[in-house]
C-alpha cells in the first residue's frame, strides 16, 4: 500500500491535457443506452468527487490559498495525484525539472549530493510541504533529491 502521496503540476508527466469527458461518450442525446447512461453518470460523479478533493486541498494548502479564487479551479484541473513507496526517489538531483509537488499525505526527505560524494540531509517535508518549485521559476536542474 503506498505511503506516501502528492499532489503535482506540470508539464509532459502528467496526465492533464486534453478536455475531459469528450472522446466519443454521449452527452446526454437521445440515443444512449441505459447501461451506458448509467455507467457515463458513475464516471462524472466520480470525476466531480475528485475535482471537489482537489480543490479543497487548494483550500487548505497555505501556497495554493494565496492564489486568486478565480485561478484555483485551473491549478485544481491540472493537479494529478501520484502515490510513491516509502524510498521512492520522487525528484533526482541534477535532473531537469517539468513539475512541482505539494505533499497530500505522509513525508519526503530532501537530500544533497556533496562534491565529495557524500550525502548531505537538509530536511523532512510533510503534508502540506512543497518542492520542485525552482526547476520551474528559473530553468534551473534541480538542487537536491526528494525521497519518499
Known amino acids: 500500500q503506498p ?3 502528492a499532489m503535482g503540476c506540470g ?22 443506452k441505459g447501461g451506458q447512461k448509467s455507467t457515463d ?5 466520480a470525476e466531480n468527487a475528485e475535482y471537489k478533493a482537489k480543490m479543497n486541498f487548494c483550500e487548505q494548502v497555505p501556497l495554493l490559498k494565496r492564489l486568486p479564487k478565480d485561478q484555483r479551479p485551473l491549478v485544481a484541473e491540472a493537479m494529478v495525484m501520484q502515490e510513491f513507496e516509502k524510498g521512492a526517489k520522487i525528484i533526482n538531483q541534477g535532473d531537469t525539472g517539468d513539475e512541482f509537488f505539494v505533499i497530500r499525505a505522509g513525508s519526503a526527505n530532501v537530500e544533497r549530493k556533496e562534491e565529495d560524494g557524500s550525502v548531505k540531509a537538509l530536511a523532512t517535508l510533510k503534508a502540506g ?7 520551474l521559476k528559473s530553468d534551473e536542474l534541480r538542487q537536491a533529491s526528494i525521497i519518499a
Open 11 to 32: 508539464g509532459s508527466k502528467g496526465e492533464s491535457g486534453g478536455p475531459k469527458g469528450g472522446g466519443g461518450k454521449n452527452a446526454g442525446g437521445g440515443s444512449a
Open 3 to 5: 505511503l506516501r502521496t
Open 41 to 45: 453518470m458513475k464516471v462524472a460523479n
Open 129 to 135: 510541504d512543497y518542492f520542485g518549485e525552482n526547476a
